[in-house]
């Protein structure tokens, strides 16, 4: 058992499974974040909306945070941490692909996951209405870099010509 979960970590995170599989081997990585942002956004939405955080989570670790905080906000938590480790292997397995296409969008729903992430914290810290606005635009931005990735995985890749003994004529 312990030989199949390690034989899965090693393909999720191995260059070589990486560029074997191609565009291809995101799509479902990219599927569950695009699926957990769409919570995110709608678990923040009942948070801001109906759910009141206690004033003693304000100085609280991140793990203290989950385990005493409103079940709502466990969740939400909960998912952001799904979200990074999903981001974090989609980060890893574009960079093994070595295709410019698929990093950029990769990167920055990336870098856009961990900012939402920050805002959270910091919102949970302080409360303000800025931080949580900061919060739900970051989300929407990886939303719309996931989205992105997901159409450049749809799509095959622009076949490249030889220029060097090219011959635009089969008959020469």
Known sequence: MFEILQDQLISVFSPASARK???????????IVLV????QLALGM???????????DARASYLREIDTAPAMLTA???????????????????????????IIPVTT?????????????AFVKNG??????SM??????????YIRLQTIIGRPRPR????VGYRADPAE
């Not at 729903?109 to 914290?121: I, P, W």
């Not at 739900?136 to 870099?145: E, F, H, P, Q, R």
């Not at 490249?160 to 220029?163: G, I």
């Open 21 to 31: 599989m191609g565009r291809a081997g995101l799509r479902w990585a990219c599927l």
């Open 36 to 39: 957990g942002l769409v919570m």
């Open 46 to 56: 009942m948070l801001n909306l109906y759910i009141r955080i206690p004033a003693t």
């Open 76 to 102: 939400h938590a909960l998912v952001g941490l799904v979200l990074l480790a999903g981001s974090v292997i989609l980060l890893l397995r574009a960079i093994a692909l070595r295709d410019i296409a698929v």
């Open 109 to 121: 729903g990336f870098a856009a996951v961990l900012g939402a992430f920050a805002a959270g914290e």
């Open 128 to 133: 303000e209405n800025s931080v949580s606005l």
């Open 136 to 145: 739900a635009i970051l989300t929407s931005v990886a939303l719309l870099c």
């Open 160 to 163: 490249q010509e030889r220029t």
